[in-house]
């Protein structure tokens, strides 16, 4: 097809299987743990909704949450930019036509099909075995690695080289959404749903800001690249923190905080 309907047809294959999944996830999904709405009593969605309430308070209190914000915004929110420039990158700078370029950004989008899960899979195992200390210092190891495999792609003028530490990058950052999950439902069992409302925002706004270093005069794609890549490989720092963090609000309120795990093992 030409280019003009190509485009136009992957829109309409992407929404009909939207409409489909969006079918699947209401018929056979329910509205809340507990249930449907219609099936619970008033009483029970009432203190429900007033227990939500007053955990985003606690949520958004707790350091941890915007650390994890921080460092969803450094893999998810990166992968999002990634998969905007692309298809344009390998255009300019490889000379590769639409449909090969579009190609190796799909490959990219590819790895997620395993990384995620292995992501959080191998979260889990190091937090059986070290508890939350375990979650952040595999979340900070996989996401330095991930830094640093955007700075290897960033450097690289060989088009086989690039691909293979896009992959390979690619492989990174998922693992990394993935391990950042792993930890968010132990930083405070009250308040699970909050904490990850506000991971997740952090994603759309790392994406916004990484993009905007693509829009800078002067400033060419790979040294944009470059410069996240530095940032993402210094951000470990901010996990490794997570489970110090527990001990400093303890000090702080001078009781044990509702909801607060100072190890893995109390849940």
Same mark, same amino acid.
């Given at each position: ?133 375990? #979650?952040?210092?595999?979340?900070? +190891? *996989? $996401?330095?690695? !991930? /830094? ?104 702080? #309120?001078?009781?044990?905080?509702? +909801? *607060? $795990?100072?190890? !893995? /093992?109390?849940?």
């Amino acid at each position: 097809l030409s280019s003009s309907l190509s485009w136009r047809f992957c829109m309409v294959a992407s929404g009909g299987l939207l409409v489909i999944m969006g079918y699947l996830y209401y018929r056979f999904t329910t509205d809340l743990p507990e249930g449907n709405f219609k099936d619970l009593k008033l009483g029970h969605w009432s203190s429900e909704k007033k227990e939500k309430i007053s955990t985003f308070g606690m949520a958004a209190k707790d350091p941890r949450s915007w650390m994890l914000g921080l460092v969803y915004g450094a893999c998810f929110g990166i992968e999002i930019t990634i998969h905007n420039i692309a298809p344009l990158y390998f255009q300019d700078i490889f000379k590769l036509s639409l449909a090969k370029a579009g190609l190796v950004a799909g490959a990219f989008g590819l790895t997620n099909i395993f990384a995620r899960a292995l992501g959080g899979y191998l979260g889990d195992l190091a937090g059986r075995r070290f508890g939350l200390s375990g #979650r952040s210092q595999w979340l900070g +190891g *996989v $996401l330095l690695l !991930e /830094g640093l495999a955007l700075v290897i792609f960033s450097r690289t003028t060989s088009l086989s080289a690039a691909v293979a530490s896009l992959l390979i990058f690619g492989c990174l950052v998922g693992m990394s959404c993935g391990a950042t999950y792993s930890v968010v439902p132990f930083v405070n069992k009250r308040a699970i749903a909050s904490v990850s409302g506000i991971v997740g925002a952090g994603g759309s706004v790392g994406a916004l800001l990484s993009t905007l270093l693509f829009r800078l005069p002067n400033f060419s794609w790979p040294d944009a690249l470059l410069v996240i890549g530095i940032c993402v490989s210094l951000l470990p720092l901010f996990t490794f923190l997570i489970p110090k963090f527990v001990g400093v609000l303890i000090q702080l #309120r001078g009781k044990p905080i509702a +909801g *607060v $795990l100072p190890e !893995e /093992g109390a849940v």
